[in-house]
């Protein structure tokens, strides 16, 4: 996990807004000053707490589904994602092993935390780490709404194509957040009930397998503990 992202330079202050190609304006002016705003709130969070919505939809309006569940965040790395409906399932991190667990089938995953796993949830740009405008090139869509969107085009290869941040520009908290895939797909985050440094306790970013769970230990011998099967 590691693009938490955001800064940069006042250089288009005064810019017109620009069009984006497909005849949505977007105000680079505005994403600056909601980028550094977003970037100061998250700078001084040390963990997170809320209930989230996720919605992933194919291209056009083929395959929606909705889950919901609470969050959980700290740095560095730490993370437990504890889906509840449809069907309950478990992502816990403690910033090198993820465990993902689904109580129906009696199954849990042990794998590396690789960035691309829980990036999807793009929490990692909830908690103040990197910089955003190093990573992205950044546009705003509405600047005069609420929340502003914040459009960020990857300025390398990544496994998606582009990550939308619905901010609220008076706070520089992040409200949702949508993350299209290079196929199209689309994920979106809503948060609800934020509350953040809280101090949670450092049991809930590990996972114990209840009894009669099969495990498929995936971890290479690189992380402490792997076992390389």
């Not at 509405?142 to 969107?149: E, I, K, L, N």
């Not at 509350?195 to 099969?214: I, K, M, Y």
Request: with cysteine.
């Amino acid at each position: 996990m590691n693009p938490f992202v955001l800064p940069l330079l006042l250089v288009v202050a005064f810019s017109a807004p620009m069009a984006r190609g497909d005849g949505v304006e977007v105000d680079r002016s505005c994403a600056e000053a909601v980028a550094r705003k977003v970037q100061r709130h998250y700078e001084a969070v040390t963990d997170l707490r809320a209930r989230f919505s996720q919605t992933r939809q194919g291209p056009g309006a083929a395959g929606l589904a909705t889950r919901e569940g609470t969050v959980v965040a700290a740095k560095p790395g730490r993370m437990r994602w504890s889906y509840e409906t449809p069907e309950p399932s478990l992502l816990v991190t403690d910033g090198q092993v993820l465990w993902m667990y689904d109580p129906l089938l009696e199954e849990a995953q042990r794998l590396p935390n690789a960035g691309g796993v829980l990036s999807s949830a793009a929490v990692q740009f909830l908690m103040g780490e990197g910089d955003l405008l190093a990573a992205f090139r950044v546009e705003a869509v509405d600047c005069d709404a609420s929340p502003v969107r914040l459009e960020l085009l990857p300025r390398t290869d990544v496994g998606y194509e582009r990550l939308s941040l619905e901010v609220d520009a008076e706070s520089g908290g992040v409200l949702a957040s949508t993350v299209t895939d290079l196929f199209g797909n689309r994920t979106r985050v809503a948060f609800q009930d934020v509350r953040v440094n809280t101090a949670p306790e450092a049991a809930l970013f590990t996972f114990e397998p209840p009894e009669g769970v099969e495990v498929f230990d995936l971890l290479t011998p690189s992380v402490p503990g792997g076992s390389g099967r």
